[in-house]
């Protein structure tokens, strides 16, 4: 007799076999949406397929077209196929009529995964290895005339972030986080002696490649942010950091990422003080310059 947990692990992985036997076939962008969904399965469950094309930086058609050439009829047809091979999930009208403390139970769950997922990332980030990485990827910015973040979908946001401590800090930077036509013309601003630091995971999307490309053809060093053990870009960086994002098929967590990119803008800091100072003191200046009433106003 079969036992219900025998039963849940005989379950066949159809959206795995499907994208084993089809993903050779498809285009480099669907494969991007494919293997987003394949890394980030229970994500998937609770999103859009305009939510999926934002972390993939394509549309929405592009996400629908994915699914239907991996041969599943739509998005709810994939996500009936994915939540019946990971169990079932508490839909948002279960939770709407669970007990308080059972929501209470919940959030504290939310809680404590979101605090072990950092806990365990950041003993990750700050091993030896990832140590002396960060400091060839800083030696490297210190050396370069301007510096390039990358960064698509929710690392666009961190991307801006970035550039905008990098240049409170008296350096010159410029974030690359824009898809088609956009990026291009954020790619003008790269120059030669510039250095590219991309936050990357394991697919090579189109932007990815189109950057890398634009960095090689001037012969811009790059540093890769990661959290892929097989990075796609990884044989092209000259320093690579490792960063867990979050385990596979669960919520990914960008604290890391962001953790990590402050590393490296205070590590710079701290390389040329100097420089720093008289930055952030031209800052201060200008703020008051801008707080202060223009001349014969009201």
């Known amino acids: 007799m079969t036992t219900p947990a025998q039963g849940r692990r005989s379950k066949v992985d159809r959206f795995g076999e499907r994208l084993r036997q089809r993903g050779a076939t498809l285009s480099p962008r669907l494969k991007v949406v494919a293997d987003y969904i394949n890394e980030n399965r229970r994500t998937v469950l609770g999103q859009s397929a305009l939510e999926i094309a934002a972390e993939t930086a394509t549309?929405?058609?592009?996400?629908?077209?994915?699914?239907q050439a991996l041969g599943f009829d739509g998005l709810k047809d994939l996500k009936r196929t994915l939540a019946g091979h990971l169990g079932a999930v508490i839909s948002s009208v279960d939770k709407m009529t669970s007990?308080?403390?059972?929501?209470?139970?919940?959030?504290?769950?939310?809680?404590?995964f979101v605090r072990d997922g950092h806990i365990i990332g950041i003993t990750e980030v700050t091993k030896p290895e990832n140590r002396r990485?960060?400091?060839?990827?800083?030696?490297l910015m210190r050396g370069a005339s301007g510096i390039g973040l990358f960064g698509i979908g929710a690392s666009a946001i961190l991307a801006d972030y970035a550039a905008r401590l990098v240049m409170r800090n008296g350096?010159?930077?410029y974030a690359l986080n824009r898809t088609g036509i956009g990026l291009g013309e954020q790619l003008l601003a790269m120059r030669r002696g510039?250095?590219?630091?991309?936050?990357?995971?394991?697919?090579?999307?189109?932007e990815g490649v189109?950057?890398?490309?634009?960095?090689?053809?001037?012969?811009?060093?790059?540093?890769?942010?990661?959290?892929?053990?097989?990075?796609?870009?990884g044989r092209q960086a000259q320093v690579v950091?490792?960063?867990?994002?979050?385990?596979?098929e669960t919520v990914p967590l960008h604290g890391l990422v962001l953790m990590c990119l402050e590393m490296l803008v205070i590590g710079l800091a701290a390389t040329e003080p100097d420089r720093s100072l008289k930055s952030l003191e031209r800052l201060h200046t200008l703020y008051e310059d801008i707080r202060r009433p223009p001349r014969g106003g009201s």
Do not use: C, N, W
């Open 194 to 206: 510039d250095v590219l630091v991309m936050m990357g995971q394991a697919s090579a999307h189109s």
């Open 171 to 173: 350096r010159h930077a």
């Open 99 to 112: 007990t308080p403390q059972e929501l209470e139970r919940d959030i504290d769950a939310s809680i404590d």
């Open 241 to 248: 950091i490792q960063l867990p994002y979050g385990k596979s």
């Open 59 to 67: 549309s929405d058609a592009t996400v629908i077209r994915a699914v």
């Open 210 to 233: 189109a950057t890398l490309e634009e960095a090689r053809r001037l012969e811009v060093p790059m540093i890769l942010l990661s959290g892929s053990a097989s990075p796609a870009f």
């Open 133 to 139: 990485a960060i400091a060839a990827a800083i030696e």
